[in-house]
């Protein structure tokens, strides 16, 4: 019969032998068992209890029988069962462990990362909720961007609709040419012409501008002024009293529509030429040529609408509207002269005169027809007409002439 693992340990005299790792239970088996170890397999409290070879090395000690080993060996058996189990719970517990660490790590590492692509989705859903609430006025349909205090968001707030027939309009149903309507001694003309023209030169009376450098908005370029030279400088109405009167002006009295031509918002010194291009139009088939220009013109033009509560025809709204997208920010002008929507002149409408009390109003025509034009008297030029007081010279006033009406109003000199 081969020997055991345990004979051949206890038998080995060689350390070589010792260490081949089959000393192992004949060692376990010493400690284990219940009666005290003796002398011969009792460790020196100063040498190592791992030193195998000094542990197998006292097989002349045994005293045991084959039936006690076997005993103890089982009892080993048993415990290496038990270590073996609880090493395995140990092992399965340190790899729960080391799951639960793993999965955590990556929890940890994974939340940072789940965190800013929900931000992140969260700002693109915030976005266009950003833009609604900046882009759309609340009363106003204007184009997105626009704020409250623009020229293109006081255009959406206008009465769209078709223009009125010109019929019964002439200039003179908006008053008298160039009033002085805030009484400061000077007419709207010149009034206009002192406060725009440079290094102007006036004449006695303190009013009347002799001379002025401008700087012509409507085509760029610089006029230098000299009264009595009417192709040089016109006053335009930025929002011409012929389109005035179709979006609403014909239902006015005639002390609105004075105060209408003679407001200072809607007044500007522009060149004659340009001016007269212009006529009675409005944004849909005139714009000045200079374009950097367009944007305050068309915003004037609101403005002076919003303040008169005039309505746009669609086509004008839409040319309006194409400028001014182009300069969304571009603000309403404010209207630092605040002047009356009426005149307090004692004036009367032309198309009241001869009505009686009671009486049905006859058709007024659309423009004033003389019965015969005086050619008695003839002015070469305004200086002529104003030197002999007779400016402004009407169509049908001796010395009317067409030479001395550049806009082709009715009403020359102004």
């Known amino acids: 019969m081969s020997r055991t693992g345990a004979e051949r340990c206890v038998s080995s005299t060689s350390r070589e032998e010792a260490s081949q790792g089959e000393c192992s239970v004949p060692l376990m088996v010493s400690w284990l068992r219940t009666d005290p170890p003796s002398a011969a397999t009792r460790p020196d409290a100063r040498s190592n209890i791992w030193d195998t070879p000094r542990a197998c090395s006292g097989h002349a000690g045994h005293r045991h029988s084959w039936s006690g080993r076997l005993l103890k060996l089982k009892h080993v058996a048993v415990g290496a069962f038990l270590c073996v189990v609880i090493g395995q719970c140990a092992n399965t517990d340190a790899t729960t462990n080391a799951q639960d660490a793993t999965s955590r790590s990556t929890s940890a ?28 006025p609340p009363t106003s349909t204007s184009a997105p961007g626009v704020g409250s205090g623009t020229a293109l968001a006081t255009l959406g707030l206008l009465t769209v609709k078709g223009r009125a027939p010109m019929t019964g309009y002439d ?57 009595g030279n009417g192709a040089l400088i016109d006053i335009d109405h930025v929002v011409s009293l012929g389109n005035a009167w179709a979006t609403g002006a014909f239902s006015w009295e005639i002390k609105k529509r004075a105060a209408f031509a003679n407001d200072p918002l809607n007044l500007l010194p522009a060149d004659a030429g340009a001016n ?8 849909a088939t005139w714009l000045p040529a200079n374009k950097p220009f367009r944007c305050v013109y068309v915003s004037r033009q609101v403005a002076v609408k919003a303040k008169y509560n005039l309505a746009v025809t669609a086509p004008e709204k839409a040319a309006i509207e194409q400028v001014l997208t182009t300069c969304l920010d571009q603000a309403l002008p404010h209207d630092a002269w605040g002047a009356s929507t009426v005149v307090d002149h004692n004036i009367k409408d032309p198309a009241d005169a001869g009505r009686g009390a ?24 305004c200086d002529a007409a104003r030197a002999a007081g007779a400016a402004p010279v009407h169509l049908g006033d001796p010395g009317y002439g067409t030479h001395l009406d550049g806009d082709g109003d009715g009403t020359a000199c102004e």
């Open 171 to 227: 200039r003179d149903r908006f008053g008298p040419a160039w009033l002085d309507a805030d009484r400061n001694g000077c007419d709207t003309r010149n009034d206009i012409l002192s406060e725009y023209l440079r290094a102007i030169t006036l004449e006695d009376n303190g009013c009347v501008v002799a001379a002025g450098d401008y700087d012509d908005p409507y085509t760029g370029v610089w006029i230098d002024y000299w009264q």
């Open 276 to 283: 007269r291009q212009k006529g009675d139009g409005d944004a």
């Open 358 to 381: 009671g009486t049905e109003s006859s058709p007024t025509p659309s423009a004033p027809v003389p019965s015969a034009v005086d050619h008695s008297v003839y002015f070469q030029n």
């Open 109 to 136: 590492g994974s939340t940072p990362r789940a965190d800013a692509t929900g931000a992140k989705s969260r700002r693109k859903h915030q976005a266009p909720t950003q833009r609604s609430d900046t882009s759309t």
